[in-house]
């Protein structure tokens, strides 16, 4: 108890710090919700594996999207707007779902999965190794343009000069 009161009081200022605005409060509780539902689980869940881990994943990732709402709306009435709006029927009158925005998401859930000790898996591969090294770099460079194509166009504003 002590802990979950703990995490509250940290939550609810680090939504305080961004803003005194409700939307704020409100996801700062949300998170520290989150966290205090996940600590009786976090061991077992740690060594899960197959679709529990698959749907453990799926539901933070769901959970984190939910509260950036209240992050990003200009005030809890647009939240509440727009969560009345989600439904699976009206999922394509969103400009943002598009099969391009859907297979960035598939890929960024399913990264989650991927073998911490990847990177040497690939390295140890023969046709990387007997790969020239402007292949390799011809290779990563297509990677980083892949992944600036992905992000939106001009620069983004830093998060903290909108409030």
Known sequence: MRTSANLLITMLLGGLWHGAAMKFVMWGALHDGGLVLERPFSERLENTRGIFRVMAVLLTFH?????WLFFHAEDMESVWLYLQSITPLKLG???QVTPFTLGLIAIGIGLHFVS???????AAFPVVQRAPDWALALAFGICVLMIDAAGPSGVAPFIYFQF
Do not use: G, K
């Open 93 to 95: 009158s969103f400009a």
């Open 63 to 67: 959970f984190v999207c939910l509260t």
């Open 116 to 122: 911490r000790n990847m990177p040497e898996r690939i």
